[in-house]
């Protein structure tokens, strides 16, 4: 079945540093959707950024992410971390059925 | 704008108990899920539907039951509480397999 790999379950940078967060999928069909949720500490997770449409950059709320399908991967990155950036991230998977696919979570942590 | 409301917020069993988590969303979304989310595991996907009345098994089906009883609830049974397991179980919604997926604050479950 459909996978979706998070390399980092932990990633600690110092403020202002740039980010990335690793994410890769598996999947034997040619759709691909891909989402990246960010889950604070005591809410609700929410959707940050997603795209369906191959080698074309999305930006949200400063962050970005680029579908590649040749590589299958779909990595967050922003240029300058901030304090308020710490939470937990997922990035997740569906090829157009029901089943929303989600990696492991990558844990950010922000420092002064 | 809508709600996902998960009742109860904390839920502690003993061992051997049959459990039951709840949720209503008024987005007036079709398809709704429930997901576990354990440290370093991501979020796991137990049930969802499409629609009323439909079921659909997930990952990580075993152990638990769901029923979906109208379209904007959606309840989850674990069948026999594990002693020592601790998760929070988070409820969520679609208006289809593609689109955002909006989520509850979660039920933290504790079984002694």
């Known amino acids: 079945g459909d996978s979706v790999t998070q390399t980092e379950g932990l990633v600690t940078l110092t403020e202002g540093l740039p980010v990335m967060l690793n994410c890769t999928y598996q999947t034997i069909y040619s759709n691909a959707f891909l989402f990246w949720y960010v889950h604070y500490l005591n809410e609700s997770p929410w959707l940050l950024l997603r795209s369906s449409t191959d080698n074309k950059r999305t930006e949200h709320q400063g962050f970005h992410a680029t579908l590649h399908k040749s590589s299958s991967s779909f990595h967050l990155q922003k240029s300058s971390a901030q304090l308020s950036d710490s939470a937990l991230y997922y990035c997740?998977?569906?090829?157009?059925?029901?089943?929303?696919?989600f990696g492991g979570g990558t844990r950010l942590t922000v420092r002064p | 704008g809508g709600i996902i409301t998960q009742t109860p917020k904390f839920l502690i069993g003993q061992e051997g108990q049959k459990l039951t988590l709840k949720c209503q969303q008024n987005?007036?979304?079709?398809?709704m899920y429930w997901y576990r989310q354990d440290s370093g595991k991501g979020l796991r996907l137990i049930y969802y539907s499409i629609t009323e009345n439909d079921l659909q098994k997930g990952d990580l089906s075993e152990g638990y039951d769901a029923s979906r009883e109208k379209k904007s609830s959606f309840s989850l049974t674990v069948t026999s509480a594990q002693k020592n397991e601790m998760a929070v179980f988070l409820c969520?919604?679609?208006?289809?397999?593609?689109?955002?997926?909006?989520f509850g604050k979660g039920t933290r479950l504790t079984v002694v």
């Open positions: 997740a998977f569906n090829n157009a059925g029901a089943k929303l696919t």
């Open positions: 987005f007036n979304h079709d398809t």
């Open positions: 969520a919604s679609s208006i289809s397999q593609i689109t955002e997926v909006f």
